[in-house]
């Protein structure tokens, strides 16, 4: 098919009138003003609406160093990850354990099994081992027997963990506005978020670090263990409260009150002492004051079944801002049974750990709404706005496990036009550099060569383009090291014809057979560029990452545009058997 070079010739016009197609949009993304590029950055549809109806809309991205922008890197608690799953599979081994009527005295969130006797724990295992079977006997004694997650399910676990952690800060940052963005992961437990254009850090911090988990845990107002507490730390109170039930008795409320500076000598001191049927969290008291709840371990339910969150009003007779859930069919089902068993207890409303409510049941709620109304002393505006930041980070879904900020820093606009400046002036002289030796040169043959580079140049960018790539000044780098891979190639080939010349064959004939000679070597060269391409992509981060991407691209189109596209030319002025060539 492609032995004419005039088939050859048309394939290649095809394919680079495809490459311009892809090109117009990265052409038009490049010559918008700023205000334009503002508005493309602040609205994801904006940048279609200035293309033609026939074009596309995806487009080489500048890169955080190229335009400014917000950088961070998040490390993911997996194994806080690890020990969430570990206590739900401890609490529905529990239910199913009972359900079975299965024998034990308890099993702990740490997996730990509690037992009466030597057989009942014998019994309790081999049930385990044949109904559990992503649990595994770790070690046992008379009365214990300690489990763990499986290997693999672990693996899974933490790699689940960090996958679900970008999805949610992709869908987060989605919400943002921010049409740009670079998320990927670093490691196995790390996240790199790049946002060009964007100057809000600050906001992006709030947005992408809460971890939104929302959790609904019974109060155990029975339990009078705080009562039994000694010795309470310096300026820690014990308070006993009451509030109002519906059928008109009143209900105890015992919890220590302390400042917020207090908190990590109260959590000291609680260690150990707290039954194992509880946990205590905290809750705002007051601008500065927190205090305690008691809570029952078992996470009645998660706001994994929530499906909208909006923001309300607090009540008919309170303007204070408020957000507003709703619970899927299963998590509604859930809060009617918890609330119709309930009438007359309290229910916490948890996030991200702190206790933000805890409202009394006064009558079954089967509609399976919920509110959590936001306060603390602040203004009115300020209120809004965090429940508006809470309705995003809700409904794009909670956390996996807690992030934490690693690295964080901005670059500034004037840096980034600065470098777009020096990374545009470095390729451009390099570019006319070498585009001027290989015509020097080579002459024709030279100018040859010069056009199959700047057609493989083309073809570079639109698969760029194609790809949405993000391009940094390494990138630019490693888009000129390709330019000089491609100048190689053709030396070598340009070389090869040199060589059969002198030993006094035709032109054409040398062509044939510089091109055979010079295809080994071109070949091993360009695969020895791929792998080292792909070693940089596998363990590289961000920039070098980017390099890597131009430097395998780069190659792979550098030997199609060497053996194919120069090619053409060469069998256009040998097609009438010339005495010379000039080369």
């Known amino acids: 098919m492609f032995e004419s070079w005039k088939t050859r010739l048309l394939f290649s016009g095809i394919l680079l009138g495809s490459a ?37 809309d995806t487009h080489i991205v500048p890169g955080l160093d190229l335009q400014g922008g917000v950088h961070m890197v998040l490390g993911v608690d997996v194994e806080k990850a690890l020990k969430d799953r570990a206590a739900r599979t401890a609490e529905r081994l529990k239910d199913y354990a009972k359900e079975q009527k299965m024998a034990f005295s308890d099993i702990s969130a740490e997996l730990l099994g509690t037992f009466a006797s030597t057989s009942e724990r014998d019994t309790f295992t081999e049930f385990v081992s044949k109904k559990f079977q992503e649990l595994r006997l770790v070690s046992q004694t008379d009365a214990q027997a300690q489990f763990e997650l499986d290997p693999t399910l672990v ?29 990927s992961k670093r490691g196995s437990d790390k996240i790199q978020i790049q946002l060009p254009g964007f100057d809000n850090p600050e906001e992006a911090k709030s947005l992408i670090g ?59 001191y609680l260690k150990g002492k707290i039954p194992a049927e509880n946990v205590i969290k905290f809750g705002s008291l007051g601008p500065s004051y927190l205090r305690t709840y008691t809570l029952d371990r078992k996470v009645a339910l998660t ?20 957000v507003s859930m709703t619970f899927s069919a299963g998590g509604a089902r859930v809060f009617d049974e918890l609330s119709g068993s309930n009438i007359g207890n309290r229910m916490a409303i948890v996030l991200e750990e702190r206790v933000d409510s805890a409202p009394v049941f006064n009558t079954r709620i089967p509609s399976g709404r919920a509110s959590i109304t936001l306060g603390g002393g602040r203004t009115h505006e300020e209120t809004l706005k965090d429940a508006n930041q809470l309705t995003l980070v809700l409904k794009s879904g909670a956390l996996p ?26 390729f451009l002289v390099g570019s006319v550099l070498v585009i001027l030796l290989m015509i020097f040169y080579y002459r024709i043959s030279g100018f040859f060569s010069v056009v199959a580079v700047i057609y493989n140049l083309i073809l570079m960018l639109a698969a760029l383009a194609w790809l949405g790539a993000t391009v940094t000044l390494p990138g630019i780098a490693g888009l000129l090291l390709t330019f000089g891979i491609a100048v190689d190639a053709n030396v070598i080939i340009n070389e090869r014809i040199r060589e059969e010349l002198r030993r006094g064959k035709m032109p054409r004939e040398a062509v044939a057979t510089g091109y055979r ?28 990452q980017n390099f890597a991407t131009m430097l395998i691209i780069g190659t792979v189109l550098s030997i199609f545009t060497a053996v194919f596209i120069t090619r053409i030319f060469f069998d256009m002025v040998t097609a009438n058997n010339p005495k010379e060539l000039s080369i």
């Open 155 to 183: 693996s899974s676990v933490r790699r689940d963990a960090v996958d679900q952690t970008i999805n949610t800060i992709r869908t987060r940052i989605d919400k943002m506005g921010v049409t740009e963005p670079s998320i």
């Open 20 to 56: 311009i197609y892809l090109l117009i949009p990265t052409l038009v993304y490049f010559r918008l003003d700023e205000s334009q590029l503002r508005e493309v950055r602040r609205d994801k549809h904006a940048f279609a609406k200035m293309l033609p109806a026939w074009s596309i």
């Open 210 to 268: 809460r971890t939104a988990q929302l959790e609904f845990q019974m109060v155990d107002d029975k339990t009078e263990f705080l009562k039994e507490l000694k010795d309470l730390p310096e300026g820690v109170q014990m308070i006993t409260s009451s509030y109002g039930r519906p059928n008109g008795s009143q209900g105890k409320d015992i919890f220590l009150q302390f400042p917020e500076e207090k908190l990590e000598s109260v959590k000291s």
């Open 517 to 544: 000679s010079a295809f080994t070597a071109v070949f091993d060269s360009h695969v020895t560029s791929f792998i080292a391409g792909l070693v940089l992509w596998e363990f590289g981060t961000g920039p070098v």
């Open 401 to 426: 496990a807690p992030v934490t900020f690693r690295e964080e820093r901005s670059v500034g606009p004037s840096l980034g036009a600065d470098s777009i400046q020096k990374g545009q002036m470095a």
């Open 303 to 322: 706001g994994e079944e929530l499906i909208d969150a909006q923001v309300s009003q607090a009540g008919e007779m309170d303007s204070r801002p408020a």
